[in-house]
């Protein structure tokens, strides 16, 4: 046999062996290729949908926390004294009082209070992180903006939530830009006349700082979009893109420069669709709550709003946002990638990971627990000594500053010994949790209730305004306490209640001596016959 044909015979065969198995790697890598491909695109498209949700919640808890704040502010035990009859001193009480609030939230720009003209009244700025009091010669008129107005002629209870816009200032816009909801009501005197609105002035940097954040927390490829009802960005993928509307340039809008895609979103309440300029998921979101208005306000910094518009009309567009260029870019690094031992690679690397993510969670779960057992009783999972007097410390600092009263009631168990003596301490640690479950049901949602010692608990009463208040909750610890306690089968047991009451400050000023005057109390209740309760009076 020639050369020539030896050396085709060998081609032909190793072609007749190699060729079946390259088809079948070629099947299997191209098989591959496409599922991880199927698989990343279907990862994407569920964390878009997650952070869309996400974001969503941020803005709605936002709104439902800055309604909660003006409310607040709105029914302030300084205001209604100013608004029945206004005073310097009163003034700088209250302004002094709105100082507070600023630097305690920190995410208003502005806090104010305006006269039924539209003067400001009290200003409190938000400057370089810190609030500061605007001096009167600074103060401006602003009944010919449009928040003013569309908030004056509210009734009473009635909130106002202004489009998201930029803020304005002497007129013009201020820069650098910096966006702003405003949420305003109009506040009355005890007469009933109308004297003026409180306005919030809500930093909206502070809703895009927490968007970043959650993209970044996810590591995630996905670009956030945020489009008000008319398609203009508010947040979009270039600064120069955004606020078109403030300057009534339609050509800075995502509506125009994506008219199709705008319309698809406008024909839906959410959805993930390709289009040629890659991979959108969006969802529309209606922020106001029920019974907040708004209007469509308006580009002019001294402008009128066209009109009222309600909950179903003020919406955004939140969307997430991956170029088609960064799809194709993954899929051709996985197809640089398909190498042989990527597979084996792959493994180790997710046994790597699942061992690194087993050993941080179990390190995070062991960090709650430590946590937790730092300040909640491992029995009756109640507060401890440590959270309940940090508590009681923080209602002496609060309710000192509105002369509000709280109280102390210190429980011990009557009879409590004898059930551990007689059906053992798992019976007593059944007793325990049943009467921390009993006092809980009683009392109420912003009191605490707490154990400090073995059949010892402390039970702290918030803003009580009346003695006959402390003597219903206290009635109801006892009478529910000296129920029969089922611990064992149908075993039970009875045991009762001593309870010593302290008021705050009538009984102390400060949390020992209250404790102390409550434990007293408490003796003096057990030695009259248990299962009663005394106030804590000097001269017993």
């Known amino acids: 046999m020639s050369p020539n044909i030896f050396r085709k015979s060998v081609w032909g065969q190793f072609a007749t062996i190699v060729l079946p198995i390259f088809f079948v790697l070629a099947g299997i890598t191209s098989a591959i290729l496409y599922q ?12 878009e949908v997650r952070i869309i949700k996400m974001h969503e919640g941020i803005i709605t808890h936002s709104f439902s926390l800055i309604v909660s704040d003006l409310m607040t502010l709105s029914a302030h035990a300084a205001l209604r004294p100013f608004l029945d009859a206004p005073s310097e001193p009163l003034r700088h009480e209250l ?4 100082l507070a609030f600023s630097a305690y939230r920190g995410m ?9 003209t539209g003067m400001e009244v009290i200003r409190i700025d938000y400057k370089n992180g810190k609030p500061v009091i605007v001096p009167d010669a600074q103060l401006q008129r602003k009944d010919d903006r449009y928040y003013f ?5 509210l009734d009473r209870g009635d909130i106002f939530v202004s489009p998201f816009d930029l803020n304005v200032e002497h007129g013009e816009i201020e820069r650098p830009f910096k966006p702003m909801i405003r ?25 895009f700082t927490y968007m970043n954040g959650v993209v970044d927390a996810m590591n995630s490829r996905v670009s956030i979009i945020l489009l008000n009802q008319e398609g203009y960005w508010l947040r979009g993928l ?44 969006f969802r529309t979101i209606h922020p106001l709550l029920e019974g907040l208005v708004s209007s469509t306000g308006s580009a002019e910094p001294t402008g009128v709003s066209k009109g009222e518009i309600d909950r179903d009309d003020y919406f955004w567009k939140l969307v997430t946002y991956v170029p088609s260029g960064l799809l194709t870019q993954e899929t051709r690094a996985l197809l640089d990638t398909m190498k ?64 509000q009263h ?21 019976a007593g640690d059944a007793v325990l949790k049943e009467t921390a479950v009993r006092i809980q049901g009683v009392i109420r949602k912003l009191d605490t209730v707490a154990r400090i010692g073995g059949d010892e608990f402390l039970v702290v009463l918030s803003n009580v305004k009346e003695q006959k208040e402390i003597s219903f909750a206290a009635d109801r610890i006892v009478a529910f306490l000296s129920k029969d306690f089922l611990i064992k089968g149908s075993q039970r047991a009875m045991i009762g209640a001593s309870i010593g009451i302290s008021i705050h400050p009538d009984d102390g000023r400060d949390m020992d001596t209250l404790i102390k005057h409550a434990d007293e109390a408490m003796y003096q209740a057990k030695t009259s016959g248990k299962n009663a309760y005394r106030f804590y009076s000097k001269s017993a």
Do not use: C
């Not at 506040?187 to 502070?206: H, P, Q, R, S, T």
């Open 36 to 47: 991880r491909s199927r698989d990343e695109l279907i990862q994407l498209k569920d964390d």
């Open 95 to 98: 302004a002094g009082e709105f």
């Open 108 to 116: 208003y720009d502005q806090v104010r209070y305006l006269d039924q």
């Open 149 to 153: 107005t569309d908030t004056i002629k």
């Open 183 to 207: 949420f305003a009501m109009p506040v009355f005197d005890n007469n009933g006349a109308k004297k003026g609105i409180i306005i919030l002035n809500y930093l909206g940097e502070n809703l």
């Open 238 to 281: 270039r600064p120069e893109d955004e606020w078109g509307f403030m300057f009534k340039d339609e050509a800075r809008s995502f509506s125009h420069a994506l008219p199709r895609v705008w319309k698809r979103m406008l024909a839906g309440q959410s959805g993930t669709f390709s289009h040629g300029t890659g991979l959108y998921t």
């Open 340 to 403: 042989p031992f990527v597979l084996v690679t792959m493994v180790l690397v997710g046994i790597g990971a699942f061992l690194i993510a087993r050993k941080n969670v179990r390190e995070v779960i062991a960090e709650e627990n430590i946590e937790h057992l730092a300040h909640f009783d491992i029995l009756t999972g109640l507060p401890n000594r440590s959270l309940v007097y940090d508590r009681i410390n923080q209602l002496i600092a609060l309710e000192e500053r509105y002369q």
């Open 406 to 426: 709280f109280a102390l009631l210190f429980v011990d168990l009557d009879g409590f010994k004898s059930v551990n003596d007689r059906y053992g301490h798992d």
